[in-house]
């Protein structure tokens, strides 16, 4: 923790239970180092009595009082979408942000996405909207070329509404010539769109008579349309999409194409403990400053990532010239995208807590784990230092023979 200091961070929290059916709490501290790099760190491992909420933050609490790691320069936090984790009220999200606003909670949005996917691609229609024989089978098989489309608008920015948006207005013209030579192909029947539909199959519309064409284009069409609009509405909750069209601005790709000074500006208000009023008004004209230097230094013309511009102002020393925009992106590096470090601790924990050592106590399956996931950190250890604290630490009986 010597290189974290009393800088900002990140957590990613996620329980599960070891082999001896106890639950277990790991925490990954998320951070950004001196050299622009982002450093992702097991914490601890806490054996919890229950998963509730109130249980989870009192472990949070002792581990950052042992680790001496403050609540108030927290400035992430990320979780599974359980409800004692995102809980609106009494969640362990809704407990830490009471304490300290500024730690923005994000459900991981790669898990999110996959979600989102799985929903779709399981086609989750009600099941009387999908049974028109043969043709409808063509139109499940081919409806995976136009979800291609739906998936290609599905970018983590405002792209994907207006995406969406066209598809809905202009897309079905599109969809039904591709449906139509599909079958075609396929050697199965396009129904007449002029035709009326069937008793059987028609939807209730005031008992008006309906054609193929409305059937499947309002009935059917539009509703997929609308089921994956507000799929991804319920999936990226409104503050998310905001912190991601913001984060999105910062993109470097095509010489800083998607900067826009406003949303960035926005960005800042929304950590009102690390920008004062002064401070917001002195980022505007930073960030004009900023854009116009990196788009004529070639130095950044090859960098693609937001990781890479981070390590890139440190090394051309841009960080201490554009104090403001630096402590930004760094607040948008904190955000932990992806909790794939929390699952590699419990996967790493089936082999150092195994059936063999079922009985192994809860410090030292956390002391192994931190060696096992950090093995990293303490290779750069040397054996000597090693086997003088062990000597150190009680009385022996003889001394330990170094290592040749």
Not at 2 to 20: A, H
Not at 30 to 56: D, M, P, W
Not at 348 to 366: H, I, T, Y
């Amino acid at each position: 923790m010597k290189e974290l200091g009393d800088g900002l961070f990140s957590i990613m929290v996620d329980e599960s239970r070891d082999c001896s059916v106890k639950e277990q709490m790991a925490i990954v501290v998320r951070y950004v180092n001196n050299n622009g790099e982002i450093i992702e760190r097991f914490l601890a491992l806490v054996h919890v009595k229950e998963t509730s909420s109130r249980c989870l933050k009192m472990a949070i609490d002792f581990v950052f009082s042992k680790m001496e790691l403050s609540l108030s320069r927290l400035r992430g936090q990320g979780y599974d979408g359980a409800s004692n984790m995102r809980g609106e009220f009494n969640g362990l999200k809704a407990l830490i942000l009471k304490e300290n606003p500024s730690a923005w909670y994000v459900h991981c949005f790669a898990h999110q996405l996959q979600l989102y996917v799985d929903l779709l691609a399981k086609g989750q229609i009600n099941s009387d909207k999908l049974n028109m024989k043969e043709w409808l089978k063509g139109l499940r098989k081919g409806k995976s070329l136009q979800r291609s489309k739906y998936f290609e608008c599905n970018k983590f920015d405002s792209d994907c509404e207006r995406g969406l948006a066209s598809i809905s207005r202009s897309g079905w013209d599109d969809f039904l010539q591709e449906m139509e030579a599909f079958c075609r192909a396929n050697e199965i029947d396009v129904p007449n769109m002029d035709k009326i539909v069937p008793r059987r199959i028609r939807m209730k519309n005031d008992g008006q008579s309906i054609t193929n064409y409305h059937y499947y284009r309002v009935e059917i069409f539009y509703q997929v349309v609308d089921l994956i609009s507000q799929e991804m509405r319920n999936r990226f909750s409104e503050s998310s999409t905001d912190l991601l069209e913001c984060m999105a601005c910062h993109d470097p790709r095509n010489h800083f194409s998607n900067f826009n000074v406003d949303k960035l500006v926005h960005l800042a208000t929304l950590y009102p403990e690390d920008f004062s009023s002064m401070e917001l008004n002195l980022l505007t004209k930073q960030l004009q400053s900023f854009v116009s230097d990196v788009r004529r230094d070639t130095r950044f013309s090859d960098v693609e990532d937001l990781g890479t511009l981070s390590k890139k102002m440190v090394e051309t020393m841009k960080d201490k010239i554009f104090q403001l925009v630096y402590r930004l992106i760094k607040l948008v590096l904190l955000l932990p995208v992806a909790t794939a470090s929390v699952e590699r601790v419990f996967s790493a924990m089936k082999f150092v807590k195994s059936e063999l050592r079922n009985r192994m106590g809860d410090d030292w399956l956390n002391d192994s784990l931190t060696v096992y996931s950090e093995n990293e950190v303490f290779a750069t250890i040397p054996n000597e230092r090693i086997l003088s604290r062990f000597q150190k630490m009680d009385t022996r009986r003889s001394q330990l023979s170094r290592i040749a």
